[in-house]
């Protein structure tokens, strides 16, 4: 171990964020991106933008809980984190570069439906985002200790991570976002694979304990079914209920598969697959309960699970509500502008949108770092997070009512951006410690079905709603009102004890 790691100086803290710094680095790219090259380069409608960005929550449901569990369990090259975030991170770098090509892929292959490509392009991005997403967060639990530690390698991960959102969004509106696409292909790649050689992580598992925890984990194996079906009878055998439904899972995919529309076949496939998961974690909990306890081994492992159930529902309820704010605002908003600031002259969506970001940003990449960590350590996580949700409620509510011009905007989004930080910081040092931290990779893995799965009712569900707006300043309207929802949910979630011991 590196003698910065051993002292958790500030430079160990800033190499422990740069792989979450790389993913979040595609992630702004692709939220700066994708929406305007669809729209301006190809016309694309609200429900064909909401179908390409549902791949996202397609990725997070199968890559952030398989690669979690996977990464609880294996030991490779030296880490349980390190291998993924090297091949998610060199599959996003590519996945970039293919973005401002869309239309040169599809002539090239002979597709004349620009849709598929763009999904196909879509889905891989998201996937080895995901792939290495789950990785990055987890390996800042795995090497910091609870309380104050943890909540600052999390907010020392969104002021490095937001700074270089900062960056990729400056760089959309001042040149462009095929410079910005161009340009971030050697950053992704080179925040993916150095640092991780520099931290050393902690090997918690024996071999006895993987095959327990193996067992309370039928997630991986009802994915691997859906994703090959015909293979549901196997895992009948395991879960006599569980198999009955993904037999229908495999039946339901090959129907999919058989049909032309692009609509049809990502509808159908998503709601088979938050069935499936659904249902997975509900079988785990049972098993847990019911079934196993007479193992003496499975009991003892079970009983060391520090997992605070109804304190992490209660949050994923409240950080779903986020979400769903935060991503129709994401997806959404160049038909704001096109509705409410174009037709009086403002006629630069591509620029409005990456200053919009940048300003966000800025705001939510120093925010955790200055304000957040020395508030919390003194009033506690929760409390400063449930008040920078309630102001990006207020902020989203009066765009929709006031905003005329951009500059009005822009004041708007640095409001909006206290939130932003909060939002991408402190909810994972919150749920870091309330779960068990030997399986820290499942937990963030469900965890962010807590996001995938507001993203699929953003791009499914409020796509048709926000058609059907008579005006579409009544979106941020809609973005108010969930983040309203989310910080009453706040409230139910109750500050950690290391966090209460510590001030």
């Known amino acids: ?70 990464s609880d369990n294996v030991w490779v090259w030296n880490g349980r984190r390190r291998v993924f975030i090297f091949f998610g991170g060199a599959l996003a770098a590519l996945m970039i570069l293919c973005l401002p090509n869309i239309g040169f892929i599809a002539s090239t292959f002979g597709i004349s439906n620009i849709l598929i490509i763009a999904v196909f392009i879509s889905l891989t991005l998201d996937m080895s985002i995901n792939v290495s997403f789950n990785p990055t967060r987890s390996l800042i639990a795995d090497v910091t200790p609870p309380g104050q530690p943890r909540t600052k390698g999390y907010t020392w991960m969104q002021f490095i991570s937001g700074f270089f959102g900062v960056v990729a969004y400056v760089v959309s509106a001042t040149l462009g976002n095929y410079v910005l696409l161009y340009s971030s292909v050697a950053i992704v790649l080179a925040f993916s694979i150095i640092p991780p050689l520099f931290i050393q992580e902690p090997r918690y598992l024996d071999t006895a304990e993987k095959k327990i925890r193996a067992k309370r984990d039928p997630l991986l194996a009802s994915t691997v079914s859906l994703l090959i079906p015909g293979f549901g009878h196997l ?43 659904v249902y997975s974690i509900y079988d785990a909990f049972i098993t847990i309960r019911n079934k196993n306890l007479e193992d ?47 037709p009086l002259g403002f006629l630069n969506t591509g620029r409005m949108i990456g200053v919009s970001f940048a300003i966000l940003n800025t705001v939510g990449f120093l925010l955790p770092v200055l304000l957040f960590e020395p508030l919390a350590k003194r009033f506690g996580r929760v409390a400063i997070h449930t008040v920078a949700i309630g102001t990006m409620a207020v902020a989203y509510i009066l765009m929709g009512l ?36 030997k399986r820290m990779g499942f937990f963030m893995g469900v965890f962010n079905l807590s996001v995938v799965i507001p993203h699929l009712v ?46």
């Open 235 to 277: 895992y009948a055998r395991m879960w006599r209920k569980g198999g009955a439904l993904l037999a229908i899972t495999g039946l339901a995919y090959w129907i999919a598969i058989a049909q032309t529309n692009v609509l049809w076949i990502t509808l159908l496939f998503i709601i088979v697959a938050v069935a499936t998961h």
């Open 458 to 503: 953003v791009s499914f569900v409020f796509s048709w709603i926000i058609e059907w707006f008579p005006t579409k300043d009544l979106l941020f309207i809609l973005c108010g009102l969930m983040l309203a929802i989310s910080t009453v949910g706040w409230l139910f979630v109750k500050e950690s004890s290391a966090v209460l011991n510590s001030k």
């Open 402 to 437: 006031i905003v005329r011009n951009p500059y009005q905007l822009y004041v708007l989004m640095a409001i909006a951006g206290i939130g932003w930080g909060a939002v991408v910081s402190l909810p994972f040092a919150i749920m870091s410690e309330k779960v068990d931290p």
């Open 296 to 342: 003496p081994e499975y009991a003892r492992v079970y009983h060391e699970d520090k997992t605070d159930w109804p304190q992490l529902f209660r949050l994923y309820f409240a950080h779903g509500f986020s979400w769903l704010g935060i991503q129709s605002m994401f997806v959404y908003i160049i038909f704001f502008l096109e509705d409410q600031l174009v």
């Open 1 to 70: 171990m590196l003698d910065f790691q051993k002292k958790l100086t500030n430079g160990f803290y800033a190499v422990l964020s740069l792989p979450a710094t790389a993913m979040g680095f595609a992630l702004a790219i692709q939220i700066a991106a994708l929406s305007w090259i669809l729209r301006t380069e190809f016309g694309f409608e609200i429900y064909e933008i909401g179908i390409v960005w549902a791949t996202g929550p397609i990725a997070g449901i199968f890559g952030q809980v398989i690669i979690g569990v996977i």
